[in-house]
């Protein structure tokens, strides 16, 4: 299923984007697309079966926003340099173990809104990410099929980074990703059931329509089910929590001099395999 969530910032309803690609109103069966939809399997099913009815009410998409598609989230867990082809790019030996940071729930904006260049940034960067929302609570995993049991769906991330903050500041990562606006998220969560193998998805993103990253979760060096084990012996997993998988090579850090980051008016648009695309205008803070 392909679970959205729609309306004004902070008004969101939960909708439904059918087979046919009729977008249909939820509002009538769940309050949102959230960590207690994804961990209960009966009401999962009922939105199954409404979907199929084909009875669900029918939403007039035009001029409708498409919000993030999770509601409620946790927390954000990164992984960095985890495809072989951005840490080649950028001189970073592929790492031992995945390199973790945080990135707030507050930074989540929807696929289409405007991102902010932060005051005094010179080095925001793009990153197309495949985004992994946890289904049931994940603790002491024990291998990577039972990682991957535990996702309840995936979709599609803008892993905005500033970085000069990131990496030229001191501290951590953090610095450079929590920035406001920093995760637009969407448009859709495409539950784990209809993702064969998350190893096998295309990973594409534009700026001002000139192809910048082209890759495949294929290239990825710790794929997803590790990834959700290996996070499981370090932190609990809940419902709701989203994972952001690491990027492709083609970000502007990797590129010559003089590196291409974003400014004002340039526009980012990406897209994954089945998780739709998203477009942002990139604007002053």
């Known amino acids: ?42 009401v999962l099913s009922r939105v199954r079966d409404a979907a199929a009815s084909g009875e669900l009410p029918v939403l007039d998409a035009e001029g409708l926003r498409t919000g993030a598609p999770v509601g409620r989230i946790g927390k954000i867990v990164g992984i960095g ?29 929807g696929p289409d809104d405007t991102v902010l260049i932060p005051r005094g940034s010179v080095k925001t960067d793009w990153e197309a990410e495949l985004g992994v929302v946890i289904g049931s609570t994940a603790r002491y995993l ?12 995936y979709t599609l991330v803008n892993d905005v980074s500033e970085r000069e903050f990131q990496i030229e500041r001191g ?27 998350p190893q096998a998805l295309d ?3 534009w700026v001002n329509g000139e192809l910048k990253q082209d890759g495949n979760t294929a290239d990825q060096i710790f794929p997803v089910g590790e990834v959700v084990r290996y996070l499981s012996q370090f932190m ?30 340039d526009v980012v648009e990406l897209e994954i395999d089945g998780l739709g695309r998203q477009r942002q205008e990139f604007k002053s803070a």
């Not at 448009?187 to 059931?193: E, H, K, Q, S």
């Open 1 to 42: 299923m392909k679970l959205l969530r729609v309306g004004p910032v902070g008004a969101e309803r939960p909708a439904l984007l059918d087979q046919d690609g009729t977008l249909r109103d939820l509002s009538g069966l769940i309050t949102d697309v959230d960590g207690a939809l994804l961990a209960d399997d009966s």
């Open 142 to 153: 024990s291998s990577a099929a039972e990682g991957l049991a535990h996702v309840g769906g």
């Open 203 to 205: 990973v594409k993103l």
């Open 171 to 197: 501290g951590t990562w953090d610095k450079g990703k929590n920035c406001e606006t920093f995760t637009p998220l969407g448009p859709w969560l495409l539950t784990a059931d209809e993702v064969a193998d």
């Open 81 to 109: 340099l985890n495809y072989f082809g951005h840490a080649a790019e950028i001189g970073a030996e592929p790492p031992a173990e995945p390199i973790l940071f945080l990135k707030a729930a507050d930074t989540v904006v």
């Open 236 to 265: 609990t997993l809940h419902p709701g929590d989203v994972i952001v998988t690491g990027t492709p090579a083609g970000v502007a850090m990797g590129r010559p001099e003089p590196k291409p980051y974003l400014r004002a008016g």
